[in-house]
């Protein structure tokens, strides 16, 4: 068993993933040709952003993480031996 993908939820899927990768050193593994979803190779666990409206598309209701909001309940950490070369 293993942890196979972490999807976060945000309003603009190509500024995540550009985000993620300059600041984690993370290559880009997918991203659909519509800017909804894309994935960052982070190893054995895909990290994957899928845009919000999809799930109001699919008739799900969900809180929007915002900076100016509170945090949401949840964590995601990217672990490293090599802290000074990512």
Not at 38 to 53: I, K, M, N, Q
Request: glycine residues 12%; negative net charge.
């Amino acid at each position: 068993m293993k942890l196979g993908y972490v999807i976060l939820y945000v309003p603009d899927v190509g500024a995540a993933i550009g985000f993620y990768a300059r600041a984690f050193g993370l290559d880009h593994r997918f991203v659909h040709d519509s800017g909804t979803y894309g994935e960052l190779d982070t190893g054995a666990t895909v990290l994957a952003f899928a845009a919000e409206t999809l799930t109001e598309d699919n008739g799900v209701r969900m809180v929007a993480a915002r900076p100016e909001a509170a945090a949401p309940a949840m964590e995601i950490a990217l672990v490293t031996d090599d802290v000074a070369g990512g």
